[in-house]
């Protein structure tokens, strides 16, 4: 059973480019979420998607912004890229329903990450 | 506002040593509390969870109660090995279904 993965593990960036990262979701998992974690910090929450819609987000600019496909699988894409969002990106996937009771506390799965480096 | 506050590491100990590692948090309400471990190299794992006060989270030898009186989940495990050696966070789950997270502790077992 093939856990969360997420594509690339690593990319180069310059200033103002654009990038886009992937994630699989993990086999009957439905929601997926993305995380910013930076180094020494933890991870900070950007947005989920749930049914192909952004459900929640984090305060993050517009510059950030996603996709989920029908198959469940999520984009994370990054417009104007500045040397600060250099950092580990953070897929996860869980079974969450917004609204059914205790759903919420479906455990996380996380991916191994992307590492995007902005020069 | 809402944080989590977690031991600043590294935390560094010998084999069989006992092992606290604090964490508190600022919440409204009784949020249900996470430790999530990050092995080098590998992603993010749920360790344990409790779900509601005075509940004892416990997984691989480790242990975590919620405290709703000191608003702490400090983990521990009475012998840490070398294979424990990672990066430890604590979370919370605030009213939006968002997790908070601490800025974790890393630890080291020394043989």
């Known amino acids: 059973d093939a856990g969360v993965t997420q594509s690339p593990t690593h990319l180069i960036k310059t200033r103002g480019q654009q990038v886009t990262l992937r994630c699989s979701p993990k086999?009957?998992?439905?929601?997926v979420s993305w995380y910013q974690q930076a180094l020494g910090q933890g991870p900070q929450f950007i947005f989920q998607?749930?049914?192909?819609?952004?459900?929640q987000r984090g305060n993050f600019p517009d510059r950030f912004s996603g996709h989920q496909f029908p198959n469940y699988s999520s984009e994370l894409n990054v417009n104007a890229l500045l040397l600060g969002d250099s950092a580990l990106y953070l897929c996860?996937?869980?079974?969450?329903?917004?609204?059914?009771?205790?759903?919420?506390?479906?455990?996380?799965?996380f991916g191994n990450g992307t590492r995007l480096t902005v020069t | 506002g809402n944080s989590v506050t977690q031991m600043e590491g590294p935390v560094t100990l010998s084999e069989e040593a006992f092992l606290t590692i604090n964490c508190t948090y600022t919440?409204?309400?009784?949020?249900?509390l996470f430790w999530y471990v990050q092995y080098p190299g590998e992603g993010l794992q749920l360790l344990l969870k409790?779900?509601?006060a005075d509940d004892k989270g416990s997984n691989k030898g480790f242990e975590a109660t919620y405290r709703k009186e000191t608003t702490s989940f400090h983990l521990e495990k009475g012998s840490v090995q070398v294979s424990d050696s990672a990066v430890y966070f604590c979370?919370?789950?605030?009213?939006?279904?968002?997790?908070?997270w601490g800025a974790g502790t890393k630890l080291i077992i020394k043989p």
């Open positions: 979370a919370y789950m605030d009213s939006n279904y968002q997790l908070i």
């Open positions: 919440a409204t309400g009784y949020p249900s």
């Open positions: 409790a779900t509601k």
């Open positions: 996860a996937s869980s079974t969450f329903r917004a609204g059914i009771r205790g759903s919420y506390n479906s455990p996380l799965h």
């Open positions: 086999s009957g998992h439905d929601t």
């Open positions: 998607y749930y049914e192909e819609e952004e459900r």
